[in-house]
């Protein structure tokens, strides 16, 4: 995939292109229409899509549900082979939308536009659909999936609903992070995990024992402070089952199928071990959310 940051990237091979414009956190079931909708086109299909956050570049506080990274892997593998990937700015929200037509579709070799049925753009959120057919485009609106939106998978995922988050996703949820030193407690219990360091402005959800899956293993994973041994610094660590290597400082995400049960202090030791085996045992056990 063709990943840009300026127009001229992507404008210099003048291929005609069918656009999907979004934000796309997350790539949900939403996202993922509007992403066929442009590869069903019969054009080369693109997206154009923005970093930061607008609402984030507006001054508001929003949990992302996915690194700029992840969204682009995600997009690839649904087909787009063009990514535009827009600095989203107090300029570039400022613009009017004729101004946004003429400076980034018109050149990329835009001939269909897909996106939501209520998207808009420009100044004041001026500009719609409507607008862009007027302005001489292909313009295919895409229904929203009623009861699919990032605000709610974000509750979800606040409140530990993993799988239910899974359902809006077309996918499990996940968390990503770059594997870093930790206190190696868990190699000395027997129990080797790795250690992720999260992005900020990643949405992590809620404390907890989830399984999941990474790198092809399953995987048991814990989001909390360990309390039996009085941490209070968020960790997240996963524990791949039968994988042999190391992973530091390799970049990991891990997906997270379905949330076992809270965080506990036990009254020893004995006991966090055979808890610790038996939340392997459901990990191993676990079926990835369809």
Same mark, same amino acid.
Do not use: C
């Given at each position: 995939?063709?990943? %840009? ?6 404008? $210099?091979?003048? /291929?005609?292109? *069918? ?11 939403? /996202?993922?229409?509007?992403?066929? !909708? ?25 949990? $992302? ?9 995600? $997009? ?25 037509? =003429? ?7 835009? @001939?269909?536009?897909? #996106? ?6 420009? /100044?004041?959120?001026? &500009? ?15 229904? +929203?999936?009623? &009861? ?16 239910? *988050? #899974? #359902? ?5 949820? =996940? ?6 030193? &930790? ?27 989830? %399984? ?15 309390? /039996? ?7 997240? =660590? %996963? ?13 990991? +995400?891990?997906?997270?199928?379905? @949330? ?10 004995? =006991?966090?071990?055979?808890?610790? %085996? ?6 191993? !056990? ?5």
């Amino acid at each position: 995939m063709n990943v %840009a940051g300026s127009v001229e990237e992507l404008g $210099l091979e003048r /291929h005609e292109r *069918a656009v999907a414009i979004g934000t796309f956190d997350g790539v949900h079931l939403g /996202h993922r229409r509007v992403i066929r !909708a442009a590869v069903d086109a019969g054009l080369r299909p693109a997206a154009i899509t923005f970093d930061p956050h607008p609402r984030v570049a507006l001054g508001y506080q929003v949990e $992302l549900l996915a690194t700029l990274e992840r969204r682009l892997e995600l $997009l690839a593998e649904l087909g787009i082979e063009d990514v535009l990937v827009i600095e989203f700015t107090l300029e570039v929200a400022a613009l009017e939308p004729e101004q946004f037509v =003429e400076s980034v579709l018109r050149p990329i070799g835009t @001939r269909v536009v897909v #996106a939501g049925q209520n998207f808009r753009f420009g /100044h004041k959120r001026s &500009g719609d659909l409507e607008l862009l057919a007027r302005l001489g485009f292909d313009v295919r609106p895409v229904p +929203v999936v009623e &009861g699919v939106s990032s605000t709610q998978i974000r509750k979800l995922l606040r409140s530990g609903e993993v799988d239910r *988050a #899974a #359902a809006l996703l077309g996918r499990p949820a =996940e968390v990503e992070g770059q594997v870093v030193s &930790g206190d190696a407690r868990g190699g000395t219990l027997g129990f080797p995990t790795a250690n992720l360091a999260t992005p900020p402005g990643v949405l992590v959800p809620t404390y907890g024992i989830y %399984a999941g899956e990474a790198l092809g293993h399953r995987a048991a994973v814990s989001i909390g402070t360990n309390p /039996h041994y009085g941490g209070d610094e968020r960790r997240i =660590e %996963a524990f791949l089952l039968d994988f042999e290597g190391d992973l530091y400082g390799r970049r990991l +995400v891990v997906e997270l199928w379905q @949330r076992l049960r809270d965080e506990q202090v036990f009254e020893s030791e004995r =006991e966090l071990v055979d808890q610790i %085996a038996r939340d392997v045992d459901r990990a191993r !056990a676990a079926t990835r959310p369809a």
